[in-house]
């Protein structure tokens, strides 16, 4: 044996495998790309708001438990585990972009489900700060096409998933983006692939750097371009200066602040959460007003595809309205407020969705919130404690406690 290991040793296409193999796990952990999304010369599949979405469809996680939303449901997600966890939590700019944006766990609501279902089970937390109804769509689809199925789907919504005026496309919200290009091996048997596209997909499978390729040829790219001042392409040269590169446009929610932020910086940790002083209700002035009411029906529509897919797929889901604060509910018009209240209370019923609304009966203030809209761990607790109390896990759908 000992021989063995011996001429192992000294073969050199062994140690070559072997260095190839150690490279490649360095950057499938490393994942050094992601340190100049800062910069717009990485593709989107970098930036932080994002980069979790292809990484976990790639990856052989199947949990019961899927949580779905925006940063409304992420940001109080964070809070929690770091409590549950003895960690301390953070309210600094690197926190966000690294910790809470990349974030896919929910481990304390998970343990509030599991304690209500008599068994362990275990929960992902595929929630996208920025998204919308469309996007979460998009997600269930890509979930599904990966060969993943939950057993059960918490689904966390709020006006802004249907009114925003910043995301009024929705082949351009970030998810979409990202999302578009991802393909599964269900998408590639879909299409009666050649014998070329299947063996270029298990090639990605085994090699990681082999399916990421092109975000390093884009990087290098980019960089050879700004450095000598030259388009990467003719269409490059061709478009007008002001185009907005691929990956300014994932910015948004929480992070919309630190969009300028190295990845990098971690010299100014935060354990104090600031004041609330609704910093951020001019923006949401913004993207609530002037409605736009076509956007809101398009949204909608995204839902009920959402909950028809859920149910064609026999998974059963509930919806948590999210609680805001009474300053940010207060911008959108009473026929707005109205329409988005009886959407979700007309989805539900009509695939037969769970809807939880925890501000029925529990109080927010805004000291449960760090701005007009992202819960804090107080708030946070109140949200989960009252979802794990309405429902309730069984061989059937989701169906609330009487």
Known sequence: MSTFFKRIASSTFALLVVFVCGV????????????????????????????????FLASPNNP???LLGSSLVLVPSVRLDDEFHGRQTRYDRWYYRNCIDEYTKADYFASLLSKSAGRNMSM?????????????????????????????????LAPRDFFDNERDVVEQTPTYQVLADVTSLGDVLEGHPSLVSVSDFMAGKIWNFYRVRTDYKIFLDSLASQFFGHPTTMYEAVKSAKATKPAETATGDKTEEFKDTPAWDNTHANYVQPPNTLPDLARYHHMYLPVNYPLFEKQVHYLDMF?????????????????????????????????FANALVAESKKYGAALVDPGSSTTFDKDDFEDSVHLNGKGGKKVFDYAASQITIQSNPFQKRK
């Open 307 to 339: 909950l028809q897919m859920a149910k064609t797929n026999a998974i059963p889901v509930a919806i948590v309205r999210m609680p805001l604060t009474k300053e940010n509910w207060a911008i959108l018009p009473p026929d707005a407020q109205a329409k």
């Open 24 to 55: 490649d796990y360095a950057l499938a952990t490393i994942k050094p790309l992601r340190y100049f999304n800062h910069t717009g010369l990485t593709s989107l599949k970098q930036n932080f708001l994002v980069s979790k979405l292809p990484e």
């Open 124 to 156: 992902s937390n595929l929630a996208v700060a920025a998204s919308m109804a469309s996007d979460q769509y998009l997600i269930l689809k890509k979930y599904l096409a990966a060969g993943k199925k939950p057993k059960y789907i918490v689904l966390c």
């Open 64 to 66: 019961e438990l899927l």
